[in-house]
T-cell receptor, first 110, second 114 residues
Framework: KAGVTQTPRYLIKTRGQQVTLSCSPI?????VSWYQQTPGQGLQFLFE???????NKGNFPGRFSGRQFSNSRSEMNVSTLELGDSALYLC?????????FGPGTRLTVT | DAKTTQPTSMDCAEGRAANLPCNHS???????VYWYRQIHSQGPQYIIH???NNETNEMASLIITEDRKSSTLILPHATLRDTAVYYC???????????????FGKGTLLTVNP
């Protein structure tokens, strides 16, 4: 029912590397939001895209960026990875008053 | 968004009703009560939301007090698969304002025991 696919599900990277995560909402859904979830900080909003435009942005450094394609698929990129970037990265599609989340990508930075 | 207060953890026997409380005494007139849950290491799952009337769907029931300062999520027949962290959120619905993002507090860890 979530209707959001995220790839990959698990990822291990080394500090200093960069990573790209992918999110695909089911057809026709143009709003995609990205979140970072960690045990210490909880769920934190990264950014939201609507029809290929970044509509809102959270308080994350410029190392975190994203984009959305014409087919609504979205990518999130993190450059120069730090140990603190280890987290569950979640993508959600907006439907009326609700947000439906994908399974997330578990990123571990070593 | 108004702040919510939930118990840190609760236990429930399998097959019994699970009643999860949430206090939101500073809720505004245009804010809805939402419930999400998150099973370990999975994405959050939308459960239900309401404004002032009680709501029911295939997953749960939401009971909101008349003054709207508190609510209770009811899982009528809890199963082991309902073990999760349950988040209560109050926020403005619709596409305007800050509705583009969700903020979760600590939530309640519900453990359903066999």
């Amino acid at each position: 029912k979530a209707g959001v696919t995220q790839t990959p599900r698990y990822l291990i990277k080394t500090r200093g590397q960069q990573v790209t995560l992918s999110c695909s909402p089911i057809s026709g859904h143009r709003s995609v939001s990205w979140y970072q979830q960690t045990p210490g900080q909880g769920l934190q909003f990264l950014f939201e895209y609507f029809s290929e435009t970044q509509r809102n942005k959270g308080n994350f450094p410029g190392r975190f960026s994203g984009r959305q394609f014409s087919n609504s698929r979205s990518e999130m990129n993190v450059s120069t990875l730090e140990l603190g970037d280890s987290a569950l990265y979640l993508c959600a599609r907006q439907v009326s008053y609700e947000q439906y989340f994908g399974p997330g990508t578990r990123l571990t930075v070593t | 968004d108004a702040k919510t207060t939930q118990p840190t953890s609760m236990d429930c026997a399998e097959g019994r009703a699970a009643n999860l409380p949430c206090n939101h005494s500073t809720i505004s007139g245009n804010e809805y009560v939402y419930w999400y849950r998150q099973i370990h290491s999975q994405g959050p799952q939308y459960i239900i939301h309401g404004l002032k009337n009680n709501e029911t769907n295939e997953m749960a029931s939401l009971i909101i007090t008349e003054d709207r300062k508190s609510s209770t999520l009811i899982l009528p027949h809890a199963t082991l698969r309902d073990t999760a962290v349950y988040y209560c959120i109050v926020r403005v619905a619709g596409s305007g304002g800050s509705n583009y993002k969700l903020t979760f507090g600590k939530g309640t860890l519900l453990t359903v025991n066999p």
